[in-house]
């Protein structure tokens, strides 16, 4: 084999790309996919297929680096945040497919700078490296070029990746990032979302407009909700929503979105594989993709026409083992009864201000950033 091979060419290119990036890289970055799928093919390059009673049948590479932490000897210490990524892609709902759960270990990988980790400990083990690539077709069983790769995946851990990890319930599919975002809503008892499962999914194909997930149109018809209470509803049966909301009533409601469109209004292309085939009566859903359509027949947004990205860590959302520290002070308490909808807020601020006149606190200012 040449001493030189073309995607090494291009993993090299995009790392350098992202390596002079001066902010921290996230999945909306431009060569963030380009970058996965080369490693991907790079990994998957030279592949042996393996020998059954049914004949050959295609392995992929995650199988053997799953592997890696339960093959070590004694003597052999492992790195243990490899072993974390490793064990936090096996327990996941998300990724059900070795493909889904590779790509979900790139990610995480990338994120927490140890994917030269499995790559070096096959280059030391000869037999496992035997069983599983050819040294003439495979980057990874040449000598050469597996040294090129591995200084290159050093490289790569020099880039302050920051990928929103949980975003993972479409890698068994595609590489094609959606937009996630994770809210906190006040808590109540019905978020006002209508659902239908799709695809092991929960699609959302309406939503309440007094209900508190309408609020700034933070939930939209033709998303779909990812994780309740940081549980995945990735195909979860159609109770698990009211039976989380009621295990945790009276506190608040964290939810994280797929997004249906990205910000420039492109639809994500899996959701809009699953709109088609839903029910002719949902109008809302055949109209996101029918506006999707003329925009992408039409050419896409301008630039200087796009609103600043809604980034989704300028404000921290915890998840409910987490901690989020706000300095507050106590002003006093309110009965609003059993309705815990989003009209009550404004009523119970006022209310309170009156019963505690010496407080000074700006209704005006939260009047204003309640809306």
Known sequence: MSVSDPLLKK?????????????????ENTYIQPLCETIEEILRKGLKKSTSLFGLTKRDYWTWIESIPDSVNGNERINPIFSMAVTTVKASGKAQTSQ???????????QKKVLPVPVEHILKNTKLIGQWYDPVESIIGDDILSEILMSLLFEATEINFKLMLKNSSFLDETWYIPRYRPYEFVPCRDLGIHLQYVCGRALVVAVNDSGVAAEDSKVEPGDILDELYGDSLKGARKGKIPSLLKQNQGWPVYLSVIKCKYQDGRIYPPIADILRQMNKDLVSLHQIVEQAEKLESG???????????????????PSPDEKAVYKVKYIGKTNVGSNGSMSQIEGAVEAIVKENPD???SLEWFLMNSK
Request: charged share 30%; no cysteine.
């Open 11 to 27: 993993l090299k290119g995009f790392i350098y790309e992202l390596r002079t990036e001066t902010r921290p890289v996230r999945d």
């Open 100 to 110: 889904g759960k590779g790509r979900m270990f790139i990610r995480i990988a990338l």
């Open 299 to 317: 050419g896409r947004v301008p630039p200087h026409a796009l609103l600043p990205r809604d980034d989704y860590e300028e404000v921290p959302v």
């Open 359 to 361: 407080v000074t606190v």
